[in-house]
């Protein structure tokens, strides 16, 4: 299995328009931040988690090649903005992508893409195949995927373990519950905003003890705000076995 980092910011992206902060500044290509996402390849398949803003340009970064199928967290507006964007894989896979979400999020996919989903469909539309899922396990292309129920402040959402994998964004707090389904993880990605309090999202010090809990053998932050810090200043704040993910990351296991 291979885990591709293709966004590693918060919804504004890093730099963020206007600011000239240490961060927004910096020449370290790893500040340059997309929206969150991921990419998991495993058994010659590619499953992206979260489709934002910046989709397009993380396909063009990451090369073009073919998406199987997309698994949404939640509804906000960097992780599901991109949905139009999986045009050019329909034009040229000649097939419609699978889309798999709570009930409630594709719910609001059809409302927001409302030209998606019309019965007499709009010439040259995204082809798009709605999924409901739930907290059970699911699969796709024959592997199997754990929803992981976590709590984005007070929006329910997911996470989702593939094998000793398992991918954590806008997090704030977990159901004691799931604790269960993240044993004996090779790896996590778990998000990160910043120092001050948040109330939907965990801060440094916060995420930093949550994945001691956790006790996966590498921990990779993501979802940072620049408000966090150049990527420099934040790797010296974490444990031997926790990293700050970026851009173009890639974490193979």
């Known amino acids: 299995m291979n885990i591709s980092i293709l966004g590693s910011g918060t919804s504004q992206g890093i730099p963020v328009i206007g600011c000239e902060c240490k961060t927004c500044t910096s020449t370290d290509p790893r500040d340059r ?77 059809r409302n927001r893409f409302d030209y998606i989903f019309k019965e007499q469909q709009y010439p040259g ?53 799931e604790f269960k389904k993240l044993e004996q993880l090779e790896v996590l990605v778990l998000s990160a905003l910043r120092y001050k309090e948040h109330h939907s999202h965990l801060t440094l010090l916060e995420a930093i003890d949550l994945a001691k809990k956790i006790n996966a053998k590498k921990t990779y932050f993501t979802h940072f705000s620049h408000l966090l810090g150049p990527h420099e200043k934040i790797e010296q704040q974490l444990d031997h076995n926790i990293f700050a993910a970026y851009d173009g990351m890639s974490i193979s296991l």
Do not use: W
């Open 33 to 109: 931040r997309f929206r969150t996402s991921c990419l998991i390849e495993i058994n010659n398949k590619r499953i992206v988690i979260d489709i934002g803003p910046d989709f397009r340009q993380q396909m063009l970064d990451y090369g073009g090649k073919e998406i199987h199928a997309i698994i949404i967290t939640h509804e906000h507006n960097d992780h599901v903005a991109g949905l139009d964007d999986v045009r050019p894989f329909n034009f040229k896979y000649f097939k419609d992508i699978p889309v798999y979400g709570l009930p409630r999020i594709n719910k609001y996919l």
């Open 125 to 177: 539309a995204p082809m798009i195949s709605l999924h409901d899922i739930e907290k059970h396990p699911f699969t796709i292309e024959n592997i199997k995927i754990t929803p992981i129920q976590i709590m984005h402040g007070p929006l329910p959402i997911l996470g989702y373990r593939i094998n000793d994998f398992a991918y954590l964004t806008d997090v704030k707090t977990i159901p004691i519950e």
